[in-house]
């Protein structure tokens, strides 16, 4: 296949790719999210003989339940059908990690689609946490990826795991049976 090229975008140019993509039937509205607004939010384009077949962007921010200093998340990570399975969708991922390293990022992380938890972790992201719905999309797992904290990536995984449980609140029944225990 002639070379790809990924490059900085600007937003309006990927918005096909995301709505055919990823929201597919849905609102083009739906295709917008608050983070393409943030002051240092990225668009990255992939480019096959100077069509866009591919995107993702990258945003400053921590996970709410997560919050490590430093962290970058990364959305909108959406290849045309036709060109999957070709490298495509791993070169914008590096591009992002890459970009967040540049910016000195201590985490990487993403809301990961069920379908695509393998292609996150052949670059090195690790499932945080259990699986949970978006609606009208589908079962995601919150997936990250240590580059800046030096801890080997099972600690990185161990306290990150830590850090989602603390904020999650215990279930009703089980905090009942703990307190009847004590
Ligand atoms: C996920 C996606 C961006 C990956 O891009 P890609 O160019 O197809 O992926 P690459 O060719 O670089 O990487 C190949 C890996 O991606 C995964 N993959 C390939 N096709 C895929 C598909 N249709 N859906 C999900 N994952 C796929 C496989 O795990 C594959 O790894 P393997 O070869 O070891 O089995 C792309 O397939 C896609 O747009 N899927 C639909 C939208 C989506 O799920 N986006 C992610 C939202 S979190």
């Known amino acids: 296949m002639t070379d790809i090229i990924v490059e900085v975008a600007r937003l309006e140019e990927i918005i096909d790719v995301r709505h055919q993509v990823l929201r597919h039937g849905q609102p083009r509205s739906s295709c917008y999210y608050p983070e393409d607004n943030y002051k240092h939010t990225v668009h990255f384009a992939a480019k096959l003989n100077n069509e866009i077949v591919g995107c993702a962007s990258i945003y400053k921010e921590s996970h709410p339940d997560f919050s490590l200093k430093q962290s970058w998340r990364i959305r ?3 290849v045309y059908e036709v060109f999957q399975g070709r490298n495509i969708g791993t070169q914008l991922l590096e591009t ?3 970009h967040a390293i540049k910016q000195k990022a201590h985490v990487i992380w993403c809301n990961a689609r069920m379908s695509a938890v393998k292609f996150y ?22 997936m990250a990826k240590n580059l800046g904290i030096h801890i080997g990536q099972t600690r990185f995984v161990e306290i990150a ?15 009942k049976i703990n307190i009847e225990k004590h």
């Open 121 to 142: 972790k052949n670059s090195g992201f690790k499932i945080i946490g259990d699986e949970f719905d978006i609606p009208d999309i589908g079962p995601h797992f919150l």
């Open 76 to 78: 909108g990570m959406a």
């Open 96 to 98: 992002c990690i890459n």
């Open 161 to 175: 795991k830590k850090l989602l449980a603390r904020k999650n609140p215990i279930p009703a029944p089980q905090a």
